[in-house]
């Protein structure tokens, strides 16, 4: 399937299809978990749990480990501290992430990043990994009244980058930003190798699939 050949700005997702932030993710939940001392997660669980912002990853990681809801509260504020310490320190960029977005801005196209990652953690992260020169703006998950899979972020982002949501290509890794682009009217692609929650990705209704952010140059 061919994308819209009058295609002005694109919007990406962050986790899973910039940067591989699991370990990351890991390391700050099992330091939460050792704080407060609770079992720490395995990597593999943690990454079913990713993507639908920290609040949902607290609480999905809190669950895994046996506690109830009243430990919330003492996890979330030792997980500000945890990841801001650790924010990219176990996070390599995907390879192809660089030469993909080169493309992109080539291509003439305004650049959005809109993930459900906290906003400060979002820009300190592009910022270390050297990317935050690509993008014109950066939502992160605080930035609007709702999360992605509701379209508002993409519609927001639609609206800072002055483009009609149909001339706006989406690029994220999972169901969540698949469902988001839908709503909002937006053509999307996903990554093959990001998170999806443990689910398949090539399951997802979406345009088409890249193996690689750098394979965006062949839809466009």
């Known amino acids: 399937m061919l994308l819209p050949n009058d295609l002005a700005a694109a919007i990406l997702d962050l986790d899973g299809t910039l940067v591989h932030t699991l370990g990351d993710f890991s390391a700050a939940l099992a330091a939460v978990h050792e704080e407060l001392g609770l ?4 990597a593999g669980d943690v990454e079913s749990m990713v993507g639908k912002g920290s609040e949902h990853l607290i609480r999905s990681a809190l669950r895994a480990a046996g506690a109830g809801e009243d430990r919330y509260d003492a996890a979330w504020e030792a ?15 995907y390879d192809g992430v660089q030469a993909g977005l080169h493309v992109l801005r080539e291509r003439g196209l305004r650049l959005a990043c809109v993930t459900n990652k ?10 270390r990994k050297h990317l935050a020169g690509f993008f014109d703006a950066v939502f992160g998950g605080d930035a ?3 999360k992605k899979p509701d379209p508002q972020p993409l519609l927001g982002a639609c609206e800072a980058l ?7 290509l989406v690029v994220g890794d999972s169901s969540n930003d698949a469902a988001a682009a839908r709503a909002a009217g937006c053509p999307v692609l996903l990554v093959t190798y990001g998170y999806n929650h443990g689910e398949p990705v090539r399951a997802v209704d979406a345009d ?8 965006v140059a062949r839809w466009l």
């Open 162 to 168: 002055r483009s009609a949501p149909g001339q706006t």
């Open 118 to 127: 906290p906003t400060a953690f979002a820009r300190e992260l592009l910022a």
């Open 144 to 146: 609007f009244e709702r």
């Open 79 to 93: 997980y500000q501290r945890h990841y801001a310490r650790i924010n990219g320190e176990f996070a390599p960029v």
């Open 39 to 42: 079992r720490v997660i395995p």
């Open 208 to 215: 088409g699939f890249l193996d690689s952010l750098a394979d």
